[in-house]
């Protein structure tokens, strides 16, 4: 596994919730636009907010 760890760069565009961050990279030339990726942070334990039905856990917007 040569290779380890990977290094990336990117612009952080959003922070999803208190164990996820949204990064978005360089334009693709090939389909327009711009790679995203979601980096989800593991080893921590973050309330959860569900923006869609507005049932936050408890500090989840707080956490965000």
């Keep these: 596994m040569s290779g380890y760890p990977k290094k990336i760069s990117g612009l952080c565009v959003g922070v999803l919730s208190g164990d996820r961050v949204l990064f978005q990279g360089p334009a693709d030339k090939e389909n327009g636009g711009y790679k995203q990726k979601i980096l989800h942070l593991t080893g921590i ?10 049932k936050d856990e408890k500090f989840g917007y707080a956490s965000r």
């Design 45 to 54: 334990t973050a309330p959860k907010v569900d923006s869609s039905n507005g």
